[in-house]
């Protein structure tokens, strides 16, 4: 591990439900995007375009996907100061039961 630490990296495993992996598909996700916007769009905070554009990491239009950042987009966000964003984690944040049993880990590439 220390002759290899700018490699690999010993980190405890997670339960991930099963639940949730059925749930996250590409089609739910892609809707819930589109119930979103479409709210931004109602509220003021984006602007839906005609046509879609691939944007740059400073939010800019640009014509080819190389000097592009993420996928096309329909939607242009206009007033970001009024926009709010969540992550659902129920009400449990504690690991306690993350199902890291015996604290066992295991070794993973670096960049994860």
């Not at 987009?73 to 199902?99: A, M, W």
Request: net charge positive; glycine share 6%.
């Amino acid at each position: 591990m220390r002759q290899h630490c700018h490699r690999i990296n010993a980190k405890k495993g997670v339960k991930f439900n099963s639940k949730q992996a059925d749930w996250c598909t590409h089609q739910n996700l892609q809707m819930m995007y589109t119930e979103v916007y479409q709210q931004m769009v109602s509220s003021g905070i984006a602007h839906k375009l005609n046509t879609p554009v691939w944007l740059n990491n400073n939010s800019k239009i640009v014509e080819l996907e190389e000097e592009a950042f993420g996928l096309k987009t329909e939607y242009l966000l206009c007033h970001l100061s009024k926009l709010i964003f969540t992550d659902e984690v129920r009400s449990n944040t504690s690991q306690t039961k993350d199902g890291n049993c015996g604290g066992k880990k295991f070794v993973v590439p670096n960049d994860v």
